[in-house]
């Protein structure tokens, strides 16, 4: 049986190949994770036995940092020690727009090592 979930809303920024820090270039501003809020509230009114944590990269980064403005390097080993370092039975991801998808490829990938 299925009991632990994490849900997981990814970097809200593309990921390029560069270092460089990328708020100034794509006037990131991020939202709070709704799709994850909606999420979790389903899951506890008709899945009482789950136990759910909910995770966005972009707040918490935020919190540890002050900032957004950091590198593709910071933002992948973030992702990927909270894909790595957490219990779950179940993942789910969240990317907003289209350009995220690399990010969820990158937890994905993470997910099955």
């Not at 389903?42 to 972009?58: H, P, Q, T």
Request: include cysteine.
């Amino acid at each position: 049986m299925y009991s632990n979930v994490l849900l997981v809303k990814v970097p809200q920024i593309q990921y390029t190949f560069d270092s460089t820090a990328l708020p100034e270039r794509s006037g990131l501003v991020f939202d709070p994770p709704l799709s994850l809020g909606y999420l979790s509230s389903f899951i506890k009114k008709f899945g009482s036995a789950y136990e759910i944590k909910c995770l966005d990269v972009n707040i918490e980064l935020h919190r540890k940092y002050g900032t957004l403005e950091l590198s593709m390097s910071t933002y992948l080993q973030f992702l990927e020690n909270v894909i790595r370092e957490n219990e779950y039975d179940i993942l789910g991801l969240s990317a907003p727009f289209i350009f995220n998808y690399k990010w969820l490829e990158f937890a994905v990938d993470f997910s099955t090592q």
